[in-house]
């Protein structure tokens, strides 16, 4: 199925999962990075890295509140991200899960026609 992929600003379209796994192999070289993955008029699924800070939003549908990933809910903070406009925010640190499980998420949701993982805590916005 083709998805189209998000990057810092840049736009691909994806259109098999080896095609996926390159491209996540080249955002891996990224240390601060947007990503968006979308299925075409459905769900779409975000990653925001800080070095080895990652977290998920996952939307339903455009003007969703979404749900975004839970890691260690113990975790105090907040940690910095770049957007791909060049604006600057903060989210919790308990939000972070491991960068790998970030992309393993991202196959499971091109793979699965846009699911949500259920293999992961989620809390809904």
Not at 7 to 17: P, R, V, Y
Not at 31 to 41: A, I
Not at 115 to 120: H, L, N, S, V
Request: charged share 20%; with cysteine; hydrophobic share 40%.
């Amino acid at each position: 199925m083709a998805m189209s992929i998000l990057f810092n600003g840049h736009t691909e379209d994806i259109a098999s999962l080896e095609e996926l796994r390159h491209a996540l192999g080249r955002f891996d070289d990224v240390p601060q990075f947007e990503l968006w993955v979308s299925v075409p008029d459905g769900p779409s699924i975000c990653m925001l890295r800080n070095c080895e800070h990652a977290w998920l939003m996952y939307l339903r549908h455009e003007g969703d509140s979404g749900f975004t990933s839970i890691g260690e809910a113990s975790q105090l903070g907040n940690e910095k991200y770049i957007l791909s406009n060049g604006q600057k925010d903060e989210y919790p640190v308990a939000w972070c899960i491991e960068v790998e499980q970030c992309y393993k998420v991202i196959a499971y949701f091109y793979v699965n026609d846009g699911a949500r993982p259920e293999w992961i805590q989620w809390l809904e916005s």
